[in-house]
């Protein structure tokens, strides 16, 4: 697994290791901490400190560790940093997706990738996305999945390696390794009742690490039976920010007074980012298990993991 020391990589090597599986994890330590996975009560899980654009180590770490699946979640994230450096995010996120895939039919063992790609791959609408809708994304994050998705169309078209492409939504709960809307929210409410924020009337839907884990894991089986399956990974229910705050601020007893942050408001900012996760539900047989505002008290308890936060 690729970035599996980073936010979704910690819960999804919990989740993995609960099923039973061997896991090796490798991560640039750039963004996240082996301490995501102790937070987690992981153990027994192989780290490698490997940069993902680096394809003779990845082949060579592949070759030796022989997996028949493999997960790749290494990504710059953050949307502020891919916009205030687009050329290493597209040098991590494409052309690290490339230097996996290589490595993986080098590797003569490889049976599955599952690829976290995101709802940020779609055309703006104020309607729930579903897998058939138009691609057209709007910002450099959301470009850089659409070319990791080609890519990983195109391997499997070349090599008859399963692929499973998991669209994920706003992901939240404890342990992030990027100050996102929630955890800044949280944190900033733990110091006092003032915030300062961004435009609170965009809507999105958010969902749990922990159910995240859970579907890309079931993708991973389900694709190789597919050969090539994209699907949508979310809780189907858009959310505005207003409410993420009054939920957080209700949960932490606080009288909340907002402040509007120019330099938080994104000059391209969809209003609408919500899932349609049937195909989820059918193929996958997989829904997600923890609500909103279940999920909201679990962050509070560790807003952020360790590793580099970025302001």
């Known amino acids: 697994m690729t970035g599996g020391c980073g936010f979704i990589g910690a819960h999804l ?49 592949l070759r030796k560790s022989r997996p028949e699946k493999v997960i790749h979640l290494a990504a710059v994230h953050f949307i502020p ?12 996120n494409v052309e690290g997706t490339q230097a996996l895939l290589q490595a993986c039919t080098a590797a003569g063992s ?27 994304p709007t910002d450099t994050y ?20 399963a692929v499973g492409i998991a669209r994920i939504f706003n992901t939240f709960g404890p342990g992030e390794t990027n ?8 944190l900033q409410l733990m110091e006092g009742s003032t915030i300062r924020v961004g435009n609170l009337t965009t809507r999105r839907d958010y969902i749990y690490a922990g159910d995240v884990a859970s579907a890309i894991a079931r993708l991973g089986d389900v694709c190789l039976e597919r050969g090539l399956l994209t699907c949508n990974v979310g809780r189907e229910e858009a959310v ?18 907002i402040e509007v942050d120019r330099q938080r408001v994104r000059a391209d900012d969809r209003p609408v980012l919500a899932s349609n996760c049937r195909l989820a539900h059918s193929e996958l047989d997989w829904h997600p298990q923890t609500g909103l505002e279940e999920g909201l008290e679990a962050a509070l308890e560790r807003p952020l993991g360790k590793g580099v936060a970025l302001a």
Do not use: M
């Open 142 to 161: 959301g470009h850089t999945k659409l070319w990791a998705e080609q890519l990983s169309q195109l391997f499997h078209a070349k090599t008859g390696i």
């Open 240 to 257: 505005e920010g207003s409410r993420i705050v009054e939920l957080i601020g209700s949960a932490l007893g606080r009288d909340v007074k």
């Open 13 to 61: 090597c919990a989740h993995l290791v609960q099923r039973g599986e061997d896991i090796v994890v490798v991560d640039d330590l750039s963004v996240g901490s082996p301490g995501n996975l102790e937070a987690l009560d992981v153990a027994a899980v192989d780290v490698q400190t490997v940069d993902i654009r680096d394809v003779e180590s990845l082949t060579r770490l």
């Open 81 to 92: 940093l891919c916009e205030s450096d687009p050329v290493n995010a597209i040098r991590t």
């Open 179 to 186: 100050p996102h809307f929630i955890p800044s929210v949280i």
């Open 110 to 136: 490889v049976q599955s990738v599952v690829l976290a790609s995101s709802g940020a791959v779609y055309r703006p609408d104020t309607t729930a996305h579903q897998e058939t809708d138009e691609l057209g």
